[in-house]
């Protein structure tokens, strides 16, 4: 490499571990002077993590690192980050790619090697994240986002308490990375599950770019660069984007979108029905009793997580908006309405054979009527708190 370039960085997920091999050997032998670092997390349940490296001619850097506090972020910050810097410093490769472990989440990875730090260095001093790929296969699609196991079923967690399930996992991986690679299909694999594949994976994430493993196309998309700030707002339910209604190869998306709040007690009953409705969906709502706070909403397969995510503008002072990132406030700002501010109910739910119309009916029938929005935030705050023991959860 030139004098003071910077080593570019290529991060590879998948939960489907077939694909995402074959996409980091197709970087390996697309680019001379690759190399390829992996951190094998089989073991973290036993507090070890193995790295290995691996060029175009042999395996090497063999080491055994203890998991620090059960944290697998920790490892890569311990090992990854100084493995990067001293690849870099040594100037014998060109590019490096970092094999996540299957359940991995491409996210606390790319942030860790953008934004951190090695020996009083920033990390962005030495590498560049020139990319985040997620390899999968679009077959397996549909039904990985379809059942409630957990990784840990299938010996891919990340540490002891690690209780995300394979669909969660792999909703997440696909959603945040910025290319998607999958394997190339002859006219004979051109089949009905396939096109649902592809199809949910282009509504997953509209803006990603698919790419076909096998046709050269994968080394110039992972080398087109990545914004690391602009995936985190991305990701982000107070500020995501999400998807636009669509329908395509038996695959449909609905985008909910109403300004009324939502009852707590008919909408809390109205999750058993909800959350199974659709593979994904995702977003931020409101509550008429919790009138102040944004919640996000996130479920894929039979699981779902509500979250707190700060408050919504319109219950903050003009004064502090300062306080608040600009891309919050330009978001608030865009959603504002005369009578709830920034309040929105926005969901979106993906899925084959999506019942759009008995979704939305039933989504409908969970706002406030007109005789209870009449009784305004006062009369809301006296509703039963039916979300208390999801949000707050005994510890």
């Known amino acids: 490499m030139p004098e003071n370039a910077r080593l570019p960085v290529v991060v590879v997920a998948g939960l489907h571990g077939g694909q995402r091999r074959r996409a980091v050997d197709e970087l390996l032998n697309g680019r001379a ?8 997390l089989g073991d973290a349940p036993r507090g070890i993590v193995r790295r290995e490296l691996r060029d175009a001619r042999s395996r090497f850097g063999h080491a055994e690192i203890p998991l620090t506090n059960d944290c697998p972020c920790c490892a890569l910050r311990e090992d990854l980050l100084p493995e990067l810097a001293r690849i870099a410093d040594a100037g014998q490769y060109g590019l490096a790619v970092v094999e996540l472990w299957g359940g991995s989440d491409p996210h606390p990875a790319a942030e860790l090697i953008a934004g951190g730090e090695v020996d ?59 290319v998607l690679a999958v394997p190339r299909a002859g006219r004979e694999d ?63 998306t609905l985008v909910w979108e109403r300004r009324r709040p939502l009852h707590p007690t008919r909408f809390y009953e109205a999750l058993e029905l909800l ?59 865009l959603d504002w309405h005369p009578a709830h501010g920034d309040r929105v109910q926005r969901l979106s739910f993906t899925a084959e054979g999506l019942d759009a119309h008995g979704l939305t009916e039933l989504l409908d029938s969970c706002l406030l009527t007109d005789a209870e929005l009449a009784a305004g935030e006062p009369g809301w705050k006296t509703l039963p708190d039916a979300f208390e023991e999801l949000l707050d959860p005994v510890s």
């Open 275 to 333: 959350v199974p409705a659709a593979q994904r969906s995702r977003g931020r709502f409101w509550l008429a009793n919790r009138p102040d706070q944004m919640l996000a909403w996130d479920a894929a397969g039979a699981n779902l997580a509500v979250e707190e995510c700060g408050p919504w503008l319109a219950s903050v002072p003009d004064a502090a908006w300062d306080l608040y990132p600009p891309a919050r406030t330009a978001a608030a700002a």
């Open 190 to 252: 051109d089949t009905p599950e396939r096109r649902s594949g592809l199809a949910m994976l282009r509504q997953l994430h509209p803006t990603a770019r698919t790419v076909r493993l096998g046709t050269g196309e994968l080394i110039r998309a992972a080398l087109g660069g990545f914004d690391v700030a602009a995936a985190r707002d991305r990701v982000d339910p107070a500020l995501a984007l999400l998807p636009q209604e669509r329908e395509e190869a038996g695959v449909a």
């Open 33 to 40: 002077g690759a190399v390829v670092l992996h951190h094998d």
């Open 120 to 178: 009083g260095r920033r990390m962005h001093e030495v590498v560049e994240l020139a990319g985040v790929v997620t390899a999968v296969d679009p077959l397996r699609v549909t039904g990985d986002l379809s059942v409630p196991d957990d990784l840990a079923e299938h010996g891919l967690h990340t540490a002891p308490d690690d209780t995300r399930t394979r669909a969660e996992t792999l909703a997440h991986q696909v959603e945040y990375a910025t």
